[in-house]
């Protein structure tokens, strides 16, 4: 899935990044909810919410963005 832009921001395919990062990703079907994971840090996000979780050392920080993950044909975009 190529870049796209909706409501004015360049939407990215989240796997190829996070992989690009040296993380390992994860999808859960049921909850929509996107895991990262590089080393010790765990970072989570659920499509259409604002909200990127942050585990590092036993602390989660909520971190706000600006634009929520989508779906776009069967890929989920940040």
Do not use: H
């Not at 994860?26 to 499509?47: C, L, N, R, Y």
């Not at 706000?64 to 940040?78: H, K």
Request: charged share 20%; net charge negative.
């Amino acid at each position: 899935q190529p870049a796209v832009i909706v409501d004015s921001r360049t939407m990215v395919p989240v796997r190829v990044i996070a992989e690009t990062l040296g993380c390992e990703v994860d999808w859960d079907v049921e909850t929509k909810t996107v895991t990262f994971t590089q080393g010790s840090i765990v970072a989570t996000m659920v499509v259409g919410e604002k909200t990127l979780n942050v585990t590092n050392n036993g602390v989660t920080t909520a971190m706000e963005i600006d634009t929520p993950a989508v779906i776009i044909n069967n890929r989920t975009m940040v």
